[in-house]
């Protein structure tokens, strides 16, 4: 029985993952079945019936069977997804977004989620039941979707009051949130719609645009949430912040008062999953729940019951994640099956697809989400091959292969830590290959001469070790993959500093909600009696279990941030499908090597039955069979690879960034976007280079020294180095250190010199001072590492250059078509007194492969232009322009425009509060190329957006689908997290 409703889970799993992957957007509920909603049902209904008359009829014949147990519910899992995924009802909220910004509509719903409260922002998921549109009501009934409505301090009264179950009516534009700005960034909206239901956002701004008119809460997530706020007001009251902070968020999922420093500092060495109250809490709380039950003398029926409903609160509690409710489902499951046995025999293997299948059933969407998948891929490798990696360890890891192993691992640590470039040096993963292959030759053979009896792994401690082979399991089948699918950096210090962390946190966890709890039942318990004592006494309790808690927490923040320290933070490029399934396909290897051991003895003992002529036929059939498919998949499956040029401009804020790549593959970067608080952008711009596979770039441009261009250079360099930095300046006098003012000075625009005291050209001074901490060097003093140092050199120092008009940064022949980089400007001498200096010395960039030409000018304005037009008007003719100063007015000469003639204009524009100029200044440019035919693509409209060429024609791309519907603001949508 265990094994049939495991197959039939993992296969409804199956049937959701094929749907996902293959048939996204298919729609089962065609106009065929619109006229009845039972339909469908009915269909479905019919054709189950007749796969178990099957079953019944055909029972004894077992391949039938099994067949039709693994499709049906194969079956049943896409068509669940495809229910769900369905937006076609007439009352679903998608039908109902506005166009604009400005548009209004408005809704009455319920908060059907506890508030999300940020620093500056509080976040309610409303589901509407009536909306009015054009001034009539409407009610909405069925699948309608949910809208996150976003409410700053400015909406009034309400702000400080809103709460679960409120009822309120909004009036603002609906909105569709904003979806993936990059490739391979983070997509808001399917965030969004995965986790929480939502379809659409609102944005009020003021107290007239939304108010409460009722109330209608749920008595258990109301009880919940009442409970998680006193439990948040004795942590409060017994421990002094940050470590009230990040106890609130271990034990009840409070992550929004965490600073922002100690949450990096979490990612950064693995622990991050601590913060987000993981299956490894709801494993905490049933262990305390059934302590106490325990310690009680509880009757076990009944313990059931407690520690399930135990679980149920605190999964309420921290916000119903998929990773709280796998874990609080599979050990209600153990302890149901232990308690009440029912023929089934209690194990993990059973539990883990039975609660996926349960979760997805009520939300298939959440299938490819990051937090369900680490979730159950952790605890499936726990389960799966702790196993296999025990028995590896056992059998080969002893004697003198103990000593080169753990010399092997300690020693590439210790060589990480203190200099991690020598990891992207060539030559010396060669040369620690080679040695890694000869110490395994040495332990080889001393284990063959003179073995060390005893030493091995089982010997050591029984709990140590055993955590050891879980933490193995665990880095081999989620961490590695999942972190560069998911995060693209690898937490390396997490395979160590998890010995300390996960049992402090176990501590951590159970003391911290024991010690709310008590203060909680103590306030309710002072309240109905009327006796203030009892609270007291129970605040006294609390802070006493806190008082302990307090140096626990300080222990951990402490070790988090210690590995920090030490410990790099690198960043992994993106996995291919094609890798990925073969990773998946060798971990299943490991995990079924006996069955598969016992396959081949079988087939080993058929084969002696068989005569060497039968044998001989066999294995002809077999090679023939073989190379045709090899011939058929070189000849007629596998296209034959085209060298071509790849352009990207990036959306990435108010700032620029370009990604280049030659047909050779050499990549370079042009600018770096601006630096933001929360390091989106930063974020933004290294998920790219890691699904495009960029470790190193052959040139990093900076067209000039302006924040939104040099914002985060200092964090590109230390991940990604580039061989050579090229500016428009001398190198000998960037590089002096100034003071504020000698800086301004040595820029010499006089705009800047007037406004030296505001914002601007402070930020300015600030990035260029953060860009020389980085060793650069002049390139005529720069000398590259000779003879042995090529080994044990790390990237630590980059050549510093400048270019003028007429110079070439790259070329190379490819398929007999040129490929080159060349400087357009700045001059020789450069331009001053102009309406903006720095801008109009910027280094613009001709690139051209082939019959293919682009041209890239950075934030050039109208003075340049003129003097382009002068002197070099025989360059300026190209396909495509990225307009010069992100699309003003005052930069898109319309004499330039014609000497351009540009097929496609990209317009690198996204409006930042207190920053960019407002889109009203684009009107003029955006009609400067439509009048000479040029068609106008804004990255804040399209995302970033891809150019191809094979030198002859070329392809245009966008990162967002356009759709009729507005959209929320980039920095909107940025608020929403």
Known sequence: MNNWIIAFSYSFIAGTGFAIAFFPNFDIFKPLFTFSSFLILHWLLIFCGILLLLWILLGKYKFVRNTIVVLLPFLLGATNYWRFFNTKFPSHIKNYLDKKFWDRTTIRGTVIREPDIRPDKINLTVKPYKIKKKGKWKELKGRVGNVLVRLKPSVGEYYETCDYGDIIEVSAALLSPMGRQNPCGFDYKEYLRSMWGVYACMYPRDEKQVKKIGE??????????????E????????????????????????RGGVPPQMKFEFQATGVAHVLSVSGLHAGFIAALFYIICTLLKIPKKPRWFIVSFGLLIFTLITGARPATMRASIMY??????????????????????????????????LLPSASFVLSYMAVWSLCHLSGPVQTFFETHIRSWYFVFFFFVIFGLTTIFCLNYPLFLNKNFLVFIFAVIFVLFLIAKYLHKINPIEGLEMSRLSGPLVSFFYAQFAIQLGMMIPFSAVYFRRFPAAGAYVNFIAIPLIGFIVMVGFLSGLIGAAGTYFSGLLGLKIISDVATFIALCLN??????????TGTAHFFFKIFPYPFMPTFHTWWLVSYYVVILLMVNYRYILDFLQSIAQRLKYYSREDIYLRASITFVAIVLLFFLYTYKVKKTKVQTFRATVLCAGFGNSIVLESPSGKSFLIDTSIRDPGGFNFSSLSAVFSCYHINEFQALILSNLKPENTGNVYGVLEYFPAKEVITPYDPAQLLKRRSYQEFLNFLGDFELLEKWDTAYPQKLYANVSLLLERNLVPQKLYRKPRGWRKIFTGVKSFPLKTVKTGDIIYSEKVNGKEFYIMALWPPEEKLKGTSDDIGNNSVVLRVCYGNFSMLLPSDIRNEAELEMIEKIPQYLKSHILVAPYHGHMNAS?????????????????????????????????????????????????????????????????????????????YEDSLDVF
């Open 216 to 229: 209608n809460p749920g008595w258990l997530l109301k009880f919940a949430l009442d409970l998680k706020k």
């Open 547 to 556: 008082a302990g808690n307090y140096w626990l927490c300080k222990l951990f």
């Open 231 to 254: 439990m948040i007001r004795v942590i409060k009251k017994t421990l002094p912040y940050p470590q009230s902070a990040f106890l609130g968020g271990v034990t009840l999922g409070t």
């Open 893 to 969: 000469y319309e004499p330039w425009l014609n000497f351009v003639k540009p097929e496609i204009v990209i317009i690198h524009h996204v409006y930042a509060r207190d920053w960019s100029f407002p889109d009203s200044a684009l009107a003029l440019t955006i009609q400067r190329c439509k009048n000479i035919g040029a068609k106008v693509l804004r990255t804040s409209e399209y995302g970033a957006i891809t150019i191809i060429s094979d030198g002859e024609k070329f392809k245009w791309a966008a990162c967002k689908k356009q759709k009729k519907e507005g959209r929320s603001s």
């Open 332 to 365: 209600s499951m153990l302890l149901f099956f232990n308690t009440f046995g029912l023929g089934l025999k209690a194990s993990t293997a059973l539990t883990i697809p039975v609660s996926g299948m349960l979760i997805l059933i009520f939300n298939p969407l």
